[in-house]
């Protein structure tokens, strides 16, 4: 078994991500923001600081997901951008144009991640194959 591709790659280490890293960003920036200039009884309030952490949530979940379930990732990082895509038809104000900027950055970044998982996807796919060719493998190896 120590040459035997896991049945299981190596996933997560999502903190790593730039991606996420600017997400937290966002996040964090969108909790001050929404504190400091929407009343916290407001919609906008809510629809801004959920769709702040559903960009963050996304990615994590997204990279925890991909050991077993590339579509799945693929998902998760596509419904991260399309939450802080959302942000950017809020309320805008001076300081939410900083946020903005850092947005357009962390999208930008995860554009770069879903081409690259994309590509990944085609060459190596998803869980199903890879159960299917350990299981070959083994199958191969006792007969």
């Known amino acids: 078994m120590t040459n035997q591709e896991p049945l299981i790659p190596k996933h997560g280490g999502y903190r790593k991500l730039k991606s996420f890293q600017m997400a937290e960003i966002v996040y964090d920036a969108t909790m001050a923001f929404c504190n400091r200039f929407i009343s916290k009884r407001s919609r906008t309030h809510d629809q801004m600081v959920q769709a702040a952490r ?9 990279s925890q997901a991909s050991g077993t379930s590339r579509k ?17 038809q809020k309320p805008d104000k001076i300081a939410a144009n900083a946020m903005i900027c850092v947005i357009h950055q962390t999208n930008y970044l995860l554009d770069q991640q879903l081409r690259q998982l994309e590509k990944q996807f085609l060459e190596q796919g998803g869980f199903t194959e890879r159960l299917f060719r350990v299981r070959s493998e083994n199958r191969r190896k006792r007969f």
């Open 54 to 62: 559903s960009g963050k949530q996304n990615i994590a979940e997204g």
């Open 72 to 88: 799945f990732e693929l998902k998760l990082v596509s419904v991260a951008r399309a939450s802080l895509e959302d942000m950017e």
